[in-house]
């Protein structure tokens, strides 16, 4: 089947060079609009074939990919061209010839007028000429597509704007969600209890079991949400900055912490601390669930790039305390520090997970290494 569809879009290619080449030559002037239609049909061909080519921005008016593209397809649809006039032709010339009467064949100085040595040669010739118009034509195809794909792929630059734009709408979705539960059942649950509350004071003895039974809920449940909402995007990050979102983050977590910041302290903008944020929450949790850890040390560093470094005293991330950044991962710690990997990489940042060894004191654990590119705050 493959076969079939390269050998059609051959004839397609072919079909169009003359036309394509008529065009591009009267239409000098506007070569950037036969540029965008070539990238039309390239990119139909590939689909046809079963390439995937992500799209693309390209410039308003001139646009040198586009211009390269056409230039190669031009070429590509000449080769095509005269594969199929010259091995298409003559294979069905070959084929005819045996049945046009007084047929004398003849090649080179050779001849014959023999209708059985005439059928037998050109049927043999034939097939092996389809034979190579099929394996020409699946080279053509295959040419033109990868070119395409060269071509016209988006740049390392542009999937990386494109993956940071991306965490920046999922950033600002994340702000959303924060501000709708804050203001919405974060609130009720905060009028429910002083309902409860007040409701306790009227209420006979017999009920007052069951109040405070709906009470403590009612405080779990707002507890929970605080606690969801505060992994979310923490209002106190937007607010005061990274370092005193950290302060809050490391006094809710349940272990033993401190906070050291190294160098002059700097704006960083939303999308690069709340990944920050997001890195040293993970590796808390990771700490204490997974790692049973007690204390934890974080050092954030600002330089020519944000870095975090979490210390853990938990049992790290292998049994052996000396397997370095090749150990293996806690189970349970994959999918979040994946998803870090994935994020911070669109930054053009590096997260790392090995294991801690103090030789001195005989400890060890788990550390989370993340360096992100620091721009200032807009």
Known sequence: MRTLKACAWSLVLGALFIPA?????????????????????GRLGAQWMGVEIPPRRAGRWFDWQQFYHLILQLLIS?????????????????????????TEFSFGEWSTSNRPLIFFT?????????????????????????LTR??????????AASRATLIDAF???????????????QQYLTALKLNLAAAKLQAPP???????DAE??????????????????????????LIPALDELLAHSGLETELYVEGVERSVDETTALLAYHAVAEALTNASKHGAASKAVVTVAFGQSLRLDIVDNGTGPGPCPDLGPTAKEP??????????????????????????????????????LVELPLKEAE
């Open 216 to 241: 403590h809920n009612a405080s779990l449940a707002l507890a929970s949400l605080r606690a969801t909402v505060r992994g979310i995007a923490p209002q106190v990050l937007f607010d005061a900055g």
């Open 21 to 41: 080449l008529v065009v591009s030559v009267l239409m000098l002037p506007w070569i950037p609009l036969v540029g965008r239609a070539a990238e039309f049909v």
């Open 206 to 212: 017999e009920a007052q079991p069951a109040l405070a």
């Open 78 to 102: 000449a080769a095509c061209f005269a594969a199929w006039t010259a091995l298409g032709f003559t294979a069905g010339v070959l084929i005819i010839a045996p049945f046009v009467p007084k």
């Open 122 to 146: 050109c049927w043999l010739a034939a097939p092996l000429l389809v034979a190579l118009l099929v394996g020409l034509n699946r080279l053509l195809v295959l040419a033109s597509t990868s």
């Open 150 to 159: 060269l071509a016209l792929s988006p740049s390392a630059e542009e999937l």
């Open 331 to 368: 189970a349970g710690t994959g999918t979040g520090l994946a998803g870090l990997r994935e994020r911070a990489a669109a930054l053009g940042g590096t997260v790392n997970f090995a294991a801690a060894h103090d030789a001195a004191a005989g400890e060890r654990g788990g550390r989370l």
């Open 171 to 185: 950033s600002g979705e994340r702000r959303r969600i924060e501000r709708e539960l804050h203001d919405g059942p």
